[in-house]
């Protein structure tokens, strides 16, 4: 007989291709964002990484603008150019307020446009053209400084998921854990205890393995986005949620 654990996971899978799921993401900040991130991957794949680097501690969808409201400051994005400006990227950072963390942000991306140059010859492509399977991409971000668990397995989700990409080892991506992800798993009942627990990530990754071995990742933006629209930290709105019927803390008010 299939599990609790497993009819969530079915409908969480399920979940991309229903129409609401489509309704929801279609609105215009993600569905704007999507397009920036195809665009940065096709067009200028440093843009790309610096807009991973960004992506924590802040709406992604303004995190994901980053790259794009330098440019328009600075006239360009050409790696050689924002290397000599670092002290004017360093001061746009805070003047316009462009991240929650403008100091450690700022640094985050001079640290990751130098990397760029001195590791990967200056095309940021080659994080991921040259190095197949996606385990060796994933390691590959996760040599960025501030890049940790959740952004590097975002980063090769994201890739896994563009059109002309075929990355071998999709088993080998985890779930990006973040804080929507740990509070539905918790709340769900599909990981147990204090999400500040020692070991609770660790938790989360190995039971995304569990139900989906081939391809734990996939529960990362269903799961995300259950978090994000219905299961907020205060009032969650259980009454709409997709998991309503089978999640263990439905109307206790989380
Ligand atoms: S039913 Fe309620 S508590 Fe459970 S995942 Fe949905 S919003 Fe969260």
């Known amino acids: ?25 279609s609105v215009e900040g993600d569905a704007e964002t999507a397009k920036r991130i195809r665009r940065f991957i096709k067009e200028c794949p440093h843009k790309f990484v610096i807009g991973c680097v960004m992506d924590k501690q802040m709406e992604y969808t303004k995190a994901w603008k980053i790259p794009d409201s330098i440019e328009a400051h600075l006239g360009g994005f050409e790696l050689e150019m924002l290397l000599d400006k670092e002290d004017k990227i360093r001061r746009l ?20 446009l130098k990397r760029i140059k001195n590791v990967y010859d200056g095309d940021a492509s080659r994080i991921w053209c040259l190095s197949q399977p996606a385990e060796r991409i994933r390691r590959n ?21 563009q059109p002309d990409m075929n990355l071998a080892g999709k088993d080998l991506i985890d779930i990006s854990v973040d804080v929507h992800v740990r509070r539905v798993f918790g709340r769900t009942g599909l990981v147990e205890g204090s999400s500040s627990a ?11 393995y569990e139900l989906n071995p081939d391809y734990p990742a996939a ?36």
């Not at 079915?10 to 489509?22: A, V």
């Not at 950072?93 to 990751?112: C, I, Q, V, W």
């Open 198 to 208: 020692p070991g609770y990530d660790q938790r989360i990754i190995d039971k995304a």
């Open 219 to 254: 529960l990362d933006t269903p799961v995300w986005h259950v978090g994000r629209k219905y299961c907020r930290a205060k009032r969650p709105l259980c009454n709409a949620c997709p998991l309503d019927s089978l999640c263990v803390k439905k109307g206790s008010g989380a």
């Open 1 to 25: 007989m299939e599990t609790l654990h497993r009819k969530i996971a079915r409908k969480l899978l399920n979940l991309e291709s229903s129409d609401s799921y489509k309704e929801d993401f």
């Open 93 to 112: 950072f805070k003047k316009e307020n462009l991240h929650r963390h403008p100091t450690k942000a700022a640094d985050e991306m001079m640290d990751a």
């Open 141 to 161: 971000f996760a040599g960025f400084k501030g890049v940790g668990q959740k952004i590097s397995n975002m980063a090769v989700k994201i890739l896994e998921q």
